[in-house]
């Protein structure tokens, strides 16, 4: 499935800058590029740099990777409910609470990469599960009407998101 496939019922308009700035992609060729191209640039980035914050108040570079993942995880789950037609409403998840309890600047470079590339690897092997049929099934989030396709796309727009903030404020 191609992002020009969505419609407009298919997610919330918050997360309409994740998917368009993919272009027209394809869900599985973007989920693959991700997890390659992600993979060189954290690899790229200096050990020592992981704490680093662009200012008071913001998350390390660690954190930030670890919340990649972890919201990596709360998509992909929510693309499984919906697909099983699972019908309970998913709250939101508070990601300042989540980065808080992370513990994310204790941990490697080696460590972090290693579980961005465990959890993109289930993210693959799950939508590779999906048909046409199962990519528009839809389920309720956070208060708002997603399609299964849409979480995909939020998944790879939202790594491509603080992949450019990591460029643009912490690694200048």
């Not at 700035?21 to 060189?40: H, I, N, P, S």
Request: net charge negative.
């Amino acid at each position: 499935m191609k992002v020009s496939q969505l419609s407009e019922e298919d997610y919330n308009p918050y997360y309409k800058t994740y998917i368009n700035a993919l272009g027209d992609v394809d869900l599985k060729d973007v989920l693959e590029f991700g997890l390659q191209e992600f993979t060189k640039f954290v690899q790229a980035i200096p050990e020592d740099k992981l704490t680093f914050k662009y200012a008071a108040g913001k998350w390390s570079i660690a954190e930030v990777l670890l919340h990649i993942i972890d919201t990596e995880r709360v998509f992909q789950y929510r693309a499984l409910c919906f697909s099983r037609n699972d019908k309970a409403f998913f709250p939101g998840f508070e990601q300042d609470d989540y980065v808080e309890n992370s513990n994310a600047n204790s941990r490697s470079k080696e460590q972090l990469l290693l579980e961005f590339k465990a959890v993109r690897a289930s993210t693959q092997a799950l939508f590779n599960s999906f048909n046409e049929v199962d990519l528009q099934k839809r389920g309720v989030a956070s208060n708002s009407t997603m399609s299964v396709a849409a979480a995909g796309f939020v998944i790879a727009g939202h790594l491509n998101h603080h992949q450019r903030i990591l460029v643009e404020r912490y690694l200048v």
